[in-house]
Structure formats: structure tokens, C-alpha cells
């Protein structure tokens, strides 16, 4: 007998494989056919047979018999009076299909009696509905029966054996009830449920299919090979079915499977697989017409056949109203889902109207703490308001590497931005990542984060606030806190939408991070041509350089030796007029000499020799030291301020630098007046040092070529034209500017702009020391 | 008078007899051949004979160490010697400076010819030329310096190139002073004047 026992538990699934032989070893602790029907198998199969052995073997039952006529003259209607005897029924249907006829029913009384047995009875809820099943079986046997009489396959498939492969299509679920009753109800269950395929359930649930357990079934009873194949293929698409004899038999039960479904002659959760009529029928060369009007009579002839069969008489109406009850459950549940449907689209239209909005407020170049505001802002407006703050990862370019910095943004109940923390946890923290998604921050999980309670102490009930990680392609761009409960939204939609802000975060920051190179790279750019400009420059001096050395050595022995010699005419000649002319010769060459050194001196780095200097100090020697022409009525105002403190500069060069500006400015025609004034320009602490005359001022080709070497815009009599060359290479080698420019009202303003002239305590202590 | 005249002549000779050297550093000769024969003195023998002969370095070297005063041996004139590759160059200084009684004053074109010279006549100041053809000034100046018989010599390099920073390097090596070419002669003769007056 049956032992229902041995069902499997739902909560300890065994591993697939061994699980699903399991069960199908189950298949052999079942009990045989009846006696008849083994003997009819064993006698159809052998190759000896006689008709007359089954005949007898048939009549020697005369209750199956009688039922197996009753079939038969259903097969053939137009001869069911002349069916008076098991040979006459052989004489008119066939052989095969009384052999079909016996199995049908033998079969039948076999599962009927397990029912009996196992003492199960019909249950209303939902789950398997046996006499439901039988009729959906019978309405698939009718079905093929008619189909194969009106196809083109009735010459190699008797109809009585369509019939037997209808009725047992399903074997295999029938055969997983009787094993595993209780796993099969949740069967049906869930595809009721979930509006999916029995199949899919079945291997869901129990990790086999019923076609799997049909077919070891058939096998082990030695059904004829054209009813197992039924039992295993059926269902598949026609293009997809081996080339076996009977393909024609397989695709006509699936055809009349689908006609039966579509009548809601099905069982509970014996949804559509999805199949086509139209298709079937193109396959098998079947009038879509003709076949809808033989499944027309459908209800009266399952009636009929089962009441052959001994299942519960009922008028055929009844099982009319049945298959409308059905339908109405099936309409209802499809209202159900399309309620169901509608509310997930509204919620889903909820959720896109968010995205949306968010991304309607992006501006292109928004900075990171932009769109974390505007995450802050949908987030208020998806949620409702309430607590929200946001854990950034801190990516500050001085972090040191193996340093996890964070940010802690915390937000007004409009979502602004209300304050932000650098935070740094301690090492060991658990990461943004390995935030849980939607946990509750409990006291558990600030045992893991005990830094963050300190950041949120004044804010919320921390036993309130939950994690949501915002994720993206790139990984978790930061996790938002919020005390809301979340609206009983698909999780689809939550991760749609914080997937939405986090790659905007992330976009954000890619895009800031790029403009960031994008400046880093200008910048290097113009280093770079600074830096070649430079060099070509130092590349030129130095080429100059050494072509003044040899210079020099070449023309200052000749000069010696001028010079010398006219010295020597000087001492010795009486002639006053001669002796002024030698005394000439003399200075020349001096100013020749002088002129190379100068030349030989600009060519040469001027590496600043740097000392802590009184700019107080510098100035006044500056202009102390000036050479002023012999009657002048120049005025010379000097502002520095008492509270400078020292310069850490080379004071001879920046000394001779200052001298050169004034230098031009008392030489500018018209001047009268020059200020000099030392100030430290307040937003960048840049020391100014600046010359301002009341001259007339430069023209454009002098502030052109004022830093040429040997410009000059002065007349004959004039310096070498080194001055302001030699000033600007002593400013540069300060890192510093020297810039000249005409005066507002007019005058020319020459400034010398030092950028780092700040000492250090460590400058001043070395000097103190040395 | 008379002891000038011997003076100078002594000034000229570069190689004495014993007699002389007695009568230079007014002892008897017999104190000379004393010195000469246990070595104090150093000179040589003339070849195929026993007399003895001491050149005036070692005479000089003989005074200096016995405290022996040197003006009977000196001309009272400073010895100058003038290094520089350009011939003008060298007949200017020779011309303005052999005008000068307190200077005597040879010359040399080159390093090699400097070095020989120094020995030789033992200058109290030599005027260098920075860049000369085999060797440079520096180089020179420390050669002579770190020499015990000739760091006393005074030393002013003088050049038309040098920068500040080759200046610097010169006084380390033991340049006593620099000039730039081209110079005021007054100057520089006064300038030679007060550095051999130290000696």
C-alpha cells in the first residue's frame, strides 16, 4: 500500500539529484495493474499473440467487459447498436483500440482505488482537484480520439489509442500525488498563485517534472512505447518533437490539451503553456474549424466517458457550469492581477516622476554637495520629511592613502545642506559597502560604527534611523540616513531610485574629478610653456654666456693694453690737448670693459644668496645711494610701513633692482616726483614693491622692449640698456614679477611683486646662529 | 757707498765662493767651510778640484735659518715676476714697473715657465694671469702657496673674466688680491708696493 509518509518535508530539501531519485524510486513501491490489464500488456507485446487470447481474457471480466464496449461503441457511434460483444467491438474498432479501452479503464479503477485506499477526498481549496483531473484527462482523451478521426493521421494512429494516450498525459502529476500528496497540493498552490506551468512548479517544489515521473512510470507498467513517448513529449512545440512514428499522436494530445485548457476543462493551477491552436493545427494539416466543432460537444462526451469509466454521474451540465466557475475564477484572478498591476504602475509612475524631477534639477558641472542636496530633496520628497543625513566617502587629495575618511552631510528638513563633518573611523570600521541596506541602525550595528552615534547624538533617536547605501555601477557612492519608514514599494523601484542618485553622485564626482585634471592638466600646460620659454631663454644666456667669456677674455687684454699705454701718454705728455685726448682713450676702453662685464654679468644665473633683510633698511639705502643729477628739483616720498617684518630675500640683488627703477624714474623726462612704497597686498601676502613717477610716462614700444637687453629709449649718452634686464633676472630668480605700466593720470608705475618673501622660525634661527 | 756697490753686485751673482759667503754674512771662512763640510751649508764641489761653491738660495736659505741679517745679499729691490701669455700685456707691466727702482721684474708666458722662475728668482710677487695656455691661475696659486720655500710669495691674479664667484675661489687658493684688466696703473703699482713692503 501506499505510504504516505514518506512525502518530503518542505523545510529540508534534500540535494536535487538524489532528492528526484528519491522520488522516483518511490514509483516502484507502487502498486501493479490489475491482473487484466498486466496480461493484456504482456500479451499485445508478445510476438505470438492471438486475438482470441485477449478476447477471452477481457470476457473472462464481465464488468470490464461491459465497460470496454460502452467505450468502444463511444469510439464508433455509428455502430455502437451492433457492439453487442468484445469480438464484435474488435471487429469494429479495432483491435488496438480495445486494447486501449481495457488500459482506460484498468487504469482508471487502478488510481481510483489508491484514492479509496489512502482514504483522500475532494477538497475545495485549491490545491489538487482529482475529479477535476479526470476530466481534464478524459476531455484531452475525447479530444485526440476526434482529432485522430478527423486528421489524416487515422490511418497510422487508431483512435482508441489517442484516446488511452489522452487519458493518461498527465499520468506522471497523478503518479507524484499519490507519492507526495501533500508536496503536490503546494504544487498547485503555487502555480495557481504565481500563474505559472505546473511543470515549472512541480520542478520548483518537488525538482522533477511530471513528465519525468510519466514516463518511469509507463515504463515500469511496459505501456505501450506510443503512450510513454505521449506521456514525455507532450506539450512541446511540433518543430521540436523527434522524428519519431507516432510525432503525429504526440502533437495531437498536446492540440487537444490546449482545446481543453481553453474550455476551462482543466484542474486547479493547470494554467496555459502557451501554445498556439492555429500552430498545431498548421503543423498537423488540421482544419482550425473542424477542430473546434468536435471539441464543440466537448462537456456531453467527457460526461459520457466518464460515467463509462465509474467516475460520479453527473449531467453534463454540471460540468458546463464547472468550466464557467472556473473561467470566472480564472477572470477574477486576472482582475486581481491587472488591480495588482495597476497599483505596481502607479507606484512605478510615482517612482519615475521622482527620477525624473531629480534629474530635471541636475544642472550640468553641479558640484558633489549639489547633488547630494538634490538626493537629500527627493529623497524628502519620496519619503516624506523627517531625519536625513548622508555618509560620503571624504576624497580629499591630501588623504593619505591607507586613511578612510569620511563625510557626515547632515540636512535641513528642506533639504539643504544643515552641516558637514570630516569623520575619520577608526581603523577596523566597517566600510560604506558593508553597510546592510535598510537595516535599522540598532545598538548592535553602533557597536560597529560607535563613531557615528557621537555625530548623531544631537540630532535624532538613533534607534530610529536607518541605512539606505546608494549603489551603482561603481560601487556604494555613499549611504543616506533617514528615521522614514519606507512606503511598501517593489524593491525594484528603491534600488531604480537609489541607483538614480548614486550614479549621479558618482557621475558628479567623475565629472568633478575630471575638471579637476582638465585644470591640473592646463595647468601643467602652461608650466610647461612657461618652463620651455624658460629654457629656451637660460639655453640663449647660456649661449650668450659664453660667447661674452671669450669676448671678454679676447677684447679686455687689448683694452689692457690700450688703456695702459694711454695711461702711460697721459703721465708723459706736456700737450695738454694731447694729454686730454689719451685721458680719453683711457676712459673708453674702461667704458668698453665695463660694458662686457655687464654683459658677461647678465648672462650668468643669478641664484639669490637669501638672508632675513629690513626692508626698511633696503629702501632708504636705496634711495640714498641714488645718483641724482646735479641740480634737480626732485621729490622723493618714501612709504613703508613700520610693521614689515623681515624679508628673506638676497638684498644686494633685490637693492640693485630697486635702484634701476629709480634709476629710470629720475631719468624719465618731466618727472618731479616719485613715491616709493613697500606694502604686503592682504588676500595672497604678496610683497609690493613699487616705483610710481609723474613723468610722461612710457610709449608702447618701450613697454614693449623695456626688458630687452640694451633698450633704451634714451638719447645719445645713455646707459648700456642692461638696467631693467638685469632687474627683472634678479626678481625672477626670486620667483617673483616685475611689471611696468603708464600711471592712470599718467607717470609710469614700476612694481616688483615677490610671492615668497616670508621667513620661516627656522630661516631666522639659522641666520641667528650663523 | 762702497757697500752698496757690493751689495749690488753680490744681488747679481747666483753662485759664491766660501770667501764671499764669509764676507756676506761677515763670519770667517773657516766658518763657512765648517758649515759647508757638516752640511748646515748646503753647495757643491767644482768639478776636478776641492773648491767649494754655494749657490745663493742656499746661502740665503743658510742666512734666513742662522739668523744672519740678508741685505748684504739683496739689492733692497722687490723682485716681481709677471705671468701672462699676450707679449703687450707683458711689455706694459715690464715697462711701467722697471721704471719703478723699488721693482726688479722677469717674466714668463706660461705656467711651466712661471714655475721655473719662481725658483730660480724666487719673486716677491708674482701678477698672474688668470687664463694662461697650460694651466690656470688657480692652480698655480696653490702650487705656490702650499710650497714651504715660496708660500711667502705674494700673489695678484689679474684677469679680464673672472667672475665673483671664481674671485672667491682664487682667495682660497691663496690669491693675495685680483684686478680686473683693464687697470688703473697707479693703483696697481701701489697696490704691488703695499704688498711687498709686508714681506
Known amino acids: 500500500m501506499l505510504n504516505h509518509q514518506r512525502d518530503l518535508p518542505a523545510s529540508a530539501p534534500l540535494p536535487a539529484t538524489p532528492r528526484v531519485e528519491l522520488i522516483l524510486q518511490q514509483l516502484d513501491g507502487l502498486p501493479t495493474l490489475n491482473a487484466i490489464a498486466v496480461r493484456v500488456i504482456e500479451l499485445t507485446t508478445s510476438d505470438t499473440f492471438q486475438a482470441e487470447q485477449v478476447i477471452e481474457l477481457i470476457g473472462s471480466d464481465p464488468a470490464l467487459a461491459s465497460r470496454v464496449m460502452k467505450l468502444c461503441r463511444c469510439i464508433d457511434r455509428t455502430r455502437s447498436k451492433s457492439i453487442t460483444s468484445i469480438e464484435r467491438a474488435v471487429l469494429h474498432v479495432g483491435f488496438d483500440a480495445v486494447r486501449s479501452a481495457v488500459l482506460s479503464v484498468e487504469i482508471f479503477d487502478f488510481f481510483d482505488q489508491l484514492k479509496t485506499a489512502s482514504g483522500e477526498t475532494r477538497d475545495g481549496t485549491g490545491s489538487f482537484d482529482r475529479e477535476a483531473f479526470w476530466h481534464h484527462s478524459l476531455a484531452v482523451a475525447v479530444l485526440a480520439e476526434r482529432l485522430v478521426q478527423i486528421s489524416n493521421l487515422h490511418q497510422s494512429c487508431v483512435a482508441g489509442e489517442a484516446y488511452l494516450a489522452g487519458l493518461l498525459h498527465d499520468l506522471g502529476f497523478l503518479a507524484l500525488h499519490v507519492l507526495l500528496p501533500q508536496s503536490t497540493d503546494r504544487v498547485c498552490r503555487l502555480a495557481e498563485a504565481n500563474g505559472i506551468s505546473i511543470d515549472a512548479a512541480c520542478n520548483r517544489i518537488i525538482g522533477t517534472t511530471t513528465h519525468t515521473t510519466g514516463k518511469r512510470l509507463a515504463e515500469r507498467w511496459q505501456l505501450p512505447r506510443s503512450i510513454g513517448d505521449v506521456i514525455w513529449l507532450h506539450g512541446q512545440p511540433f518543430d521540436s518533437l523527434p522524428q519519431l512514428p507516432h510525432r503525429g499522436l504526440i502533437a495531437i494530445v498536446s492540440l487537444a490539451d490546449i482545446l481543453a485548457r481553453g474550455r476551462y476543462i482543466t484542474p486547479m493551477g493547470h494554467m496555459s503553456r502557451g501554445e498556439t491552436i492555429s500552430d498545431v493545427c498548421a503543423a498537423l494539416e488540421l482544419d482550425p474549424t473542424e477542430v473546434e466543432l468536435a471539441a464543440a460537444t466537448l462537456p456531453r462526451e467527457v460526461s459520457a466517458r466518464a460515467s463509462v469509466l465509474g467516475m460520479d454521474r453527473r449531467p453534463d451540465w454540471d460540468l458546463v457550469l464547472r468550466c464557467i466557475s472556473r473561467a470566472n475564477q480564472s477572470l477574477g484572478k486576472a482582475n486581481e492581477s491587472m488591480r495588482h498591476a495597476s497599483t505596481l504602475a502607479a507606484q512605478q509612475n510615482q517612482t519615475l516622476s521622482a527620477i525624473g524631477r531629480f534629474h530635471e534639477a541636475q544642472s550640468p558641472g553641479d558640484s558633489v554637495m549639489s547633488v547630494v542636496e538634490k538626493v537629500a530633496q527627493s529623497a524628502i520628497e519620496s519619503f516624506g520629511s523627517g531625519f536625513y543625513a548622508m555618509l560620503l566617502p571624504d576624497d580629499h587629495p591630501c588623504q593619505p592613502e591607507h586613511e578612510c575618511r569620511l563625510q557626515l552631510v547632515q540636512f535641513t528638513s528642506d533639504g539643504f545642506v544643515l552641516r558637514t563633518e570630516s569623520v575619520n573611523p577608526p581603523i577596523g570600521s566597517l566600510t560604506l559597502a558593508d553597510l546592510a541596506e535598510g537595516a535599522p541602525l540598532s545598538m548592535q550595528l553602533l557597536s560597529l560604527l560607535p563613531w557615528l552615534s557621537d555625530y548623531l547624538i544631537d540630532a535624532t533617536d538613533v534607534r530610529e534611523v536607518k541605512l539606505l547605501p546608494l549603489r551603482c555601477g561603481w560601487g556604494v557612492c555613499g549611504v543616506l540616513l533617514h528615521d522614514r519608514p519606507l512606503p511598501p514599494t517593489d524593491q525594484q523601484q528603491y534600488n531604480a531610485l537609489t541607483c538614480t542618485w548614486a550614479a549621479a553622485m558618482a557621475a558628479s564626482s567623475q565629472h568633478q574629478g575630471a575638471r579637476a585634471l582638465g585644470e591640473q592638466l592646463a595647468e601643467a600646460n602652461r608650466l610647461i610653456v612657461e618652463t620651455q620659454e624658460e629654457l629656451i631663454n637660460r639655453k640663449a644666456l647660456a649661449s650668450l654666456g659664453e660667447i661674452v667669456a671669450g669676448a671678454a677674455h679676447e677684447m679686455n687684454n687689448p683694452l689692457t693694453i690700450i688703456s695702459g699705454r694711454a695711461q702711460q701718454l697721459v703721465a708723459r705728455l706736456v700737450d695738454s690737448n694731447l694729454r686730454i685726448s689719451a685721458e680719453l682713450i683711457e676712459q673708453q676702453s674702461h667704458r668698453v670693459s665695463d660694458l662686457i662685464s655687464a654683459l658677461r654679468e647678465f648672462t650668468e644665473r643669478a641664484c639669490p644668496t637669501r638672508s632675513a633683510t629690513d626692508l626698511s633698511e633696503l629702501v632708504v639705502n636705496a634711495v640714498r645711494f641714488l645718483e641724482l643729477p646735479e641740480q634737480h628739483d626732485l621729490d622723493i616720498n618714501t612709504i613703508v610701513s613700520d610693521t614689515l617684518p623681515p624679508a628673506w630675500i638676497d638684498a644686494k640683488q633685490i637693492a640693485t633692482a630697486l635702484s634701476e627703477l629709480l634709476r629710470n624714474a629720475v631719468e624719465s623726462k618731466g618727472c618731479r616726483h616719485i613715491e616709493l612704497r613697500v606694502q604686503i597686498d592682504a588676500p595672497d601676502d604678496r610683497l609690493r614693491i613699487q616705483v610710481r613717477d609723474d613723468g610722461v610716462g612710457l610709449d608702447d614700444h618701450t613697454l614693449t622692449h623695456a626688458f630687452d637687453p640694451f633698450f633704451s629709449s634714451k638719447p645719445a649718452g645713455r646707459q648700456p640698456g642692461l638696467g631693467l634686464a638685469r632687474a627683472r633676472r634678479f626678481v625672477e630668480a626670486h620667483q617673483g614679477r616685475l611689471t611696468l605700466k603708464n600711471g592712470p593720470h599718467g607717470g609710469a608705475i614700476a612694481t616688483i611683486w615677490l610671492d615668497h618673501w616670508r621667513c620661516d622660525a627656522r630661516q631666522l634661527n639659522s641666520q641667528a646662529a650663523a | 757707498m762702497a757697500k752698496n756697490t757690493r751689495s749690488s753686485i753680490w744681488a747679481e751673482k747666483q753662485v759664491f765662493t766660501t770667501g764671499e759667503a764669509a764676507e756676506i754674512c761677515n763670519v770667517s771662512q773657516q766658518t763657512i767651510i765648517r758649515c759647508f763640510d757638516s752640511g748646515r751649508l748646503q753647495g757643491f764641489r767644482v768639478p776636478g778640484s776641492r773648491f767649494r761653491r754655494i749657490p745663493k738660495a742656499d746661502l740665503l736659505r743658510f742666512m734666513k735659518a742662522n739668523d744672519i741679517p740678508t741685505e748684504g745679499l739683496e739689492s733692497g729691490q722687490k723682485r716681481i715676476l709677471v705671468v701672462d701669455d699676450d707679449t703687450q700685456i707683458v711689455d706694459l707691466f715690464l715697462d711701467v714697473l722697471s721704471r719703478d727702482d723699488r721693482f726688479e721684474v722677469k717674466a714668463a708666458k706660461t705656467g711651466y715657465d712661471a714655475g721655473l722662475l719662481t725658483e730660480q728668482f724666487k719673486p716677491h710677487l708674482i701678477l698672474l694671469d688668470y687664463m694662461l ?67
Do not use: H, M, W, Y
Open chain 2, 133 to 199: 695656455p697650460d694651466i690656470n691661475g688657480n692652480l698655480v696659486c696653490q702650487r705656490i702657496k702650499t710650497n714651504p720655500e715660496t708660500k711667502g710669495t705674494k700673489i695678484i691674479i689679474v684677469s679680464g673674466v673672472v667672475s665673483q664667484d671664481e674671485v672667491d675661489a682664487l682667495g682660497k687658493a691663496g690669491a693675495d688680491d685680483f684686478v680686473k684688466k683693464p687697470f688703473n696703473i697707479e693703483k696697481l703699482i701701489d697696490r704691488v708696493a703695499e704688498l711687498t713692503e709686508a714681506q
